[in-house]
């Protein structure tokens, strides 16, 4: 059997969830929105804070929730589910039939396993669309956020970055658009997705603390939104007595830009949101709401910079020192931001 879906639209992307969704979106809907609208919609922004023992940095960062997409779906009033399956040959038959039937399909799996990627650390939770497959070939084609050319990828690649034998895994998760109605005006999905990213940014939403605690099986610590940012910054002065501080600088500057993040830790997505959400929702959005998140994405970029530094020179206290204090100017600006958005979002709702 053999099949690819061609009339697909596969516009590249800074971050693969959102770029992925824009372009299902498109596919399914017609709806032609830009990414960050897109991850803005799915009230994408968080900061996620690991901490576990590993030789090569002792913690994970995370800029984005884990339940973006399927956000998404509820903000605009899609027909879309998000499913898992534990067993792999019922998980490819699954997406086989969706494919066959000329229905692209978002799938979720370690980029690590991806052989046309060549990604040399595990990477879980990576978004990318099947298209279309060559059974007697042992090839599937996908859609990822690099080129807007289908990519060939080994079956065999496939199944294992799907449910991968190491590290996190997502089960098979795939998601199934049923139609391409959108059920919420743009001004109401702006408004519940606000309201999402406040309340988890606060800490009234507990459910990504939950969902990012039970994904890494209780092996450490989590803290998610403004708390997991505080997380960050109390951890960062360790990490210069670490026996590899290099590397774990180097984790720090590749969440920020380097792993898909659009920019800025997400926060340049996040601020295109907010220039959208403003023309949509003035009575929500301020000038000043829309100026803290622009802030709050400059300063994640300039943290690069001084990470970057800490990569060469590790052993440089005054630049750890630096970097601490970039952090808690982060913290201070999104504190700022999710307290205004909060003041006009939480008593609207």
Same mark, same amino acid.
């Given at each position: 059997m053999k099949t690819l879906i061609e009339d697909y639209r596969n516009l590249p992307a800074g971050h693969c969830g959102s770029g992925a969704m824009a372009n299902l979106i498109y596919h399914y809907?017609?709806?032609?929105? &830009?990414?960050?609208?897109? !991850? +803005?919609?799915?009230?994408?922004?968080?900061?996620?804070? *690991?901490?576990?023992?590993?030789?090569?940095? &002792? *913690?994970?960062? !995370? +800029? $984005?929730?884990?339940?973006?997409?399927?956000?998404?779906?509820?903000?605009?009033?899609?027909?879309y589910s998000m499913q898992m399956e534990a067993d792999d040959d019922k998980a490819w038959e699954l997406v086989r039939a969706e494919v066959e039937a000329g229905k692209p399909t978002l799938l979720s799996g370690d980029i690590f396993y991806l052989d046309y990627r060549d990604f040399k650390v595990h990477f879980p939770a990576h978004k990318f669309v099947l298209l279309g497959f060559d059974e007697e070939a042992g090839e599937t084609y996908i859609a990822d956020r690099i080129r807007p050319e289908a990519e060939t990828c080994s079956m065999q690649a496939l199944r294992l970055s799907r449910n991968p034998p190491v590290g996190i895994s997502t089960f098979n998760e795939w998601d199934k658009f049923s139609s391409g109605a959108q059920r919420h005006s743009m001004p109401d999905a702006c408004g519940l997705a606000l309201k999402m990213a406040v309340e988890r940014m606060q800490g009234i939403d507990s459910s990504q603390k939950e969902l990012m605690g039970a994904?890494?099986?209780?092996? +450490?610590?989590?803290? =998610?939104?403004?708390? +997991?940012?505080?997380? *960050?910054?109390?951890?960062? &002065?360790?990490? /210069?007595?670490?026996?590899?501080?290099?590397?774990?600088?180097?984790? /720090?500057?590749?969440?920020?830009?380097?792993?898909?993040?659009?920019?800025?830790? !997400? $926060?340049?997505?996040?601020?295109?949101?907010?220039?959208?959400?403003?023309?949509h929702r003035p009575d929500l959005v301020s000038t000043v709401t829309v100026d803290l998140a622009q802030e709050a994405a400059d300063r994640w970029n300039a943290l690069s910079p001084t990470m970057q530094h800490l990569v060469q020179t &590790?052993?440089?206290?005054?630049?750890?020192?630096?970097?601490?204090?970039?952090?808690?100017?982060?913290?201070? =600006?999104?504190?700022?931001? !999710?307290?205004?958005?909060?003041?006009?979002?939480? $008593?609207?709702?």
């Open positions: 809907t017609g709806l032609d929105l &830009p990414e960050g609208v897109i !991850f +803005g919609l799915g009230a994408g922004i968080d900061a996620i804070f *690991f901490s576990y023992d590993h030789e090569e940095a &002792p *913690f994970m960062l !995370f +800029g $984005r929730n884990s339940s973006m997409e399927a956000d998404l779906a509820t903000t605009l009033g899609l027909d994904a890494q099986g209780g092996g +450490g610590a989590v803290e =998610t939104g403004l708390k +997991g940012l505080l997380a *960050f910054s109390k951890a960062l &002065p360790g990490f /210069v007595e670490h026996t590899n501080a290099s590397g774990c600088a180097q984790y /720090v500057d590749n969440a920020i830009i380097k792993y898909g993040t659009g920019g800025g830790f !997400f $926060r340049d997505h996040y601020a295109a949101f907010m220039r959208f959400a403003r023309e &590790p052993e440089d206290k005054d630049a750890w020192s630096s970097a601490h204090t970039q952090v808690l100017d982060i913290y201070e =600006t999104e504190y700022s931001l !999710f307290g205004h958005l909060a003041d006009t979002v939480l $008593r609207t709702h």
